[in-house]
């Protein structure tokens, strides 16, 4: 019996900025293939451009990777790092005579793209060197010998069938002057001694994915499969950019977003199964599949994602998501809030907040102290009228007298007062509301009250009678 070959995925971002929102979704996607198919997911870091890679960038990136969840399977590698493996596979393809030096300036190349643009042919370098076996020499590069005939193509796991004329593409470099290597030569030089199985890519990589297979191919290596995914518009259907919410990873998290619901909104950006819109994790790794992405550009939607994040969080544990309030708790001015009375607190204002930040300022009146509650004017004049008062009064002697302060015990003072009265509750109520919440609205009021505790409750009474 044969067994099939790992499927072992990557995901190779290059350190010059932040993890933004499609390289992400590749990032999913990558991950979801890899726990579906029981195989590998590995990173690597793709830092051979020397300037603009930056180890701030490296490190943001691997913190919105762990924010999102998604593990990985080794150790990252780092290209900067690999340059004798990349140079011997470049040397070995110098001494099979797959490539060769190269002495043409920039300038010379320029010209030669340009005299092809003015015949009419595709603007490429023009092999002048291809044949003069060069030695090594100063300010010289290495240039792979591409087939000049024939098609180079795959079967794409998103876009199917793909194919471009050899004719159309030239003796690319692979050693730049300094000696350092190219970046689709890396690539490929990576993929096969990281045994990657399968590419899941944005579809700007497709130009260079013909080029890659020419080089995997010249040195005997697998070529892995390949999946581009389009990219990611805005609603408008124009290039994404910040307006439409092209923010980077840790913006969301900074934003209170939850982290599965911004997992769930990206891989729902591009792959479907049915109309389900919302998944769990587990559930999105046994029902992903390459067959489910889609070869059209999604449009992101905050709308959509607000939405999505408002059902994580009624859906989460009250002390997780306490646990996820709290620093945006702490930036609202209560640095002394903890878990426990978060814990308490999040079941009764969950159901309406749509992040974390609004979560935190709807439960401010819950958070302040009892002296420093502010009251809405306009709620004030209409339900602490004089008669107002006289039912929170009263109200406040009954609510002394319990043994037990339940949102139960209260709940049933509240009921006989008003039954013994011959009032309806709305007289009651309002001016309750007002003297414990300082406005209208907000969470049931015998919840309010449990929360709060006894003491709490009726000093904030105290002071309402006696504004």
């Given at each position: 019996m044969t067994t099939q070959p790992q499927v072992v995925t990557r995901f190779a971002p290059s350190p010059t900025g932040h993890l933004h929102i499609g390289g992400a979704r590749t990032a999913i996607f990558s991950w979801l293939l890899?726990?579906?198919?029981?195989?590998?997911?590995?990173?690597r870091i793709e830092d051979t451009d020397r300037e603009r890679s930056?180890?701030?960038?490296?490190?943001?990136?691997?913190?919105?990777?762990r924010w999102l969840g998604l593990d990985w399977d080794a150790d990252p590698i780092y290209q900067s790092d690999r340059d004798d493996v990349y140079n011997k596979y470049i040397d070995q393809l110098l001494d099979e005579g797959k490539a060769y030096w190269c002495e043409c300036t920039p300038e010379e190349v320029e010209a030669m793209r340009e005299a092809a643009r003015a015949a009419g042919d595709k603007p490429?370098?023009?092999?002048h060197c291809r044949a003069r076996n060069l030695p090594a020499g100063e300010g010289r590069v290495v240039r792979f010998k591409a087939p000049?005939?024939?098609?180079?193509?795959?079967?794409?796991?998103?876009?199917?069938?793909?194919?471009?004329?050899?004719?159309?593409?030239d003796d690319m470099i692979i050693r730049r002057s300094d000696g350092s290597p190219t970046y689709n030569l890396a690539v490929v030089v990576d993929d096969y001694e990281q045994k990657i199985s399968h590419v899941l890519r944005g579809d700007d990589h497709v130009s260079n994915t013909p080029k890659q297979i020419m080089l995997y191919e010249a040195l005997g290596f697998p070529v892995p499969k390949f999946g581009h995914v389009p990219m990611i518009l805005g609603s408008d259907r124009k290039k994404l950019s910040k307006r439409h919410g092209a923010l980077s990873v840790m913006e969301y998290e900074k934003m209170g977003y939850l982290p599965q619901a911004l997992v769930n909104y990206l891989v729902r950006l591009g792959w479907s199964y049915g109309d389900q819109e919302i998944f769990e994790l587990q559930e999105l790794i046994e029902k992903f599949s390459t067959d489910g992405l889609s070869g059209s550009p999604a449009g992101f939607d905050p709308d959509k994602l607000q939405w999505l994040n408002a059902h994580y969080?009624?859906?989460?544990?009250?002390?997780?998501l306490a646990a996820l309030a709290l620093p945006f708790v702490v930036r609202a001015g209560f640095d002394d809030a903890?878990?426990?009375?978060?814990?308490?607190?999040v079941p009764l204002f969950k159901e309406r907040a749509k992040d974390l930040p609004e979560l935190a300022e709807a439960m401010r009146f819950m958070l302040v102290s009892d002296a420093g509650l502010a009251y809405d004017e306009a709620a004030v004049a209409k339900a602490l009228t004089e008669e107002g008062r006289i039912h929170v009064a009263a109200l406040r002697a009954l609510f002394a007298g319990?043994?037990?302060?339940?949102?139960?015990?209260?709940h049933d003072v509240m009921a006989r007062y008003v039954e013994d009265n011959g009032l309806k509750f709305k007289a009651v109520g309002p001016p309750l509301r007002v003297a414990l919440v300082g406005a209208m609205g907000g969470p049931n009021l015998p919840d309010v009250m449990e929360v709060l505790g006894k003491e709490r409750t009726l000093a904030r009474m105290d002071r309402a009678v006696t504004l």
């Amino acid at each position: 019996m044969t067994t099939q070959p790992q499927v072992v995925t990557r995901f190779a971002p290059s350190p010059t900025g932040h993890l933004h929102i499609g390289g992400a979704r590749t990032a999913i996607f990558s991950w979801l293939l890899a726990r579906k198919m029981g195989g590998r997911f590995v990173l690597r870091i793709e830092d051979t451009d020397r300037e603009r890679s930056k180890q701030e960038y490296t490190d943001a990136i691997l913190e919105s990777m762990r924010w999102l969840g998604l593990d990985w399977d080794a150790d990252p590698i780092y290209q900067s790092d690999r340059d004798d493996v990349y140079n011997k596979y470049i040397d070995q393809l110098l001494d099979e005579g797959k490539a060769y030096w190269c002495e043409c300036t920039p300038e010379e190349v320029e010209a030669m793209r340009e005299a092809a643009r003015a015949a009419g042919d595709k603007p490429k370098y023009n092999g002048h060197c291809r044949a003069r076996n060069l030695p090594a020499g100063e300010g010289r590069v290495v240039r792979f010998k591409a087939p000049v005939s024939g098609k180079t193509g795959w079967v794409d796991l998103v876009k199917g069938p793909l194919s471009f004329d050899n004719t159309e593409l030239d003796d690319m470099i692979i050693r730049r002057s300094d000696g350092s290597p190219t970046y689709n030569l890396a690539v490929v030089v990576d993929d096969y001694e990281q045994k990657i199985s399968h590419v899941l890519r944005g579809d700007d990589h497709v130009s260079n994915t013909p080029k890659q297979i020419m080089l995997y191919e010249a040195l005997g290596f697998p070529v892995p499969k390949f999946g581009h995914v389009p990219m990611i518009l805005g609603s408008d259907r124009k290039k994404l950019s910040k307006r439409h919410g092209a923010l980077s990873v840790m913006e969301y998290e900074k934003m209170g977003y939850l982290p599965q619901a911004l997992v769930n909104y990206l891989v729902r950006l591009g792959w479907s199964y049915g109309d389900q819109e919302i998944f769990e994790l587990q559930e999105l790794i046994e029902k992903f599949s390459t067959d489910g992405l889609s070869g059209s550009p999604a449009g992101f939607d905050p709308d959509k994602l607000q939405w999505l994040n408002a059902h994580y969080m009624k859906a989460s544990a009250d002390a997780d998501l306490a646990a996820l309030a709290l620093p945006f708790v702490v930036r609202a001015g209560f640095d002394d809030a903890s878990i426990d009375f978060l814990t308490k607190l999040v079941p009764l204002f969950k159901e309406r907040a749509k992040d974390l930040p609004e979560l935190a300022e709807a439960m401010r009146f819950m958070l302040v102290s009892d002296a420093g509650l502010a009251y809405d004017e306009a709620a004030v004049a209409k339900a602490l009228t004089e008669e107002g008062r006289i039912h929170v009064a009263a109200l406040r002697a009954l609510f002394a007298g319990l043994e037990s302060f339940t949102k139960d015990t209260t709940h049933d003072v509240m009921a006989r007062y008003v039954e013994d009265n011959g009032l309806k509750f709305k007289a009651v109520g309002p001016p309750l509301r007002v003297a414990l919440v300082g406005a209208m609205g907000g969470p049931n009021l015998p919840d309010v009250m449990e929360v709060l505790g006894k003491e709490r409750t009726l000093a904030r009474m105290d002071r309402a009678v006696t504004l």
